[in-house]
């Protein structure tokens, strides 16, 4: 095996694991998301999306970082 086949027998194996983990979640209840942590998902894809520009890209997503890292300070503490 070269390495870009163990590449993607890697990915594969941490997306089978990450579709069961989903699965396995899916009996709880779900709770919508709140318009910080909507805005914050927007900043890191677009962050993603336009990677092209190193600048612009991180940027983005350290905003979608900070964004995400503000609301879960915010939300109230749950048992």
Known sequence: MNVSQIYILTSIIV????????????????????KLTALAFAFIIAGIVFGDDRLIGYSL????????????????KQS
Not at 15 to 34: C, F, G, H, M, N
Not at 61 to 76: C, E, R, Y
Request: avoid cysteine.
């Open 15 to 34: 997306l089978a694991i990450i579709a069961i983990v989903v699965i396995l979640r899916r009996e709880k209840e779900q709770k919508p998301l709140s």
């Open 61 to 76: 997503i350290g905003v979608g970082v900070i964004l995400a890292i503000i609301d879960i300070v915010k939300k109230p």
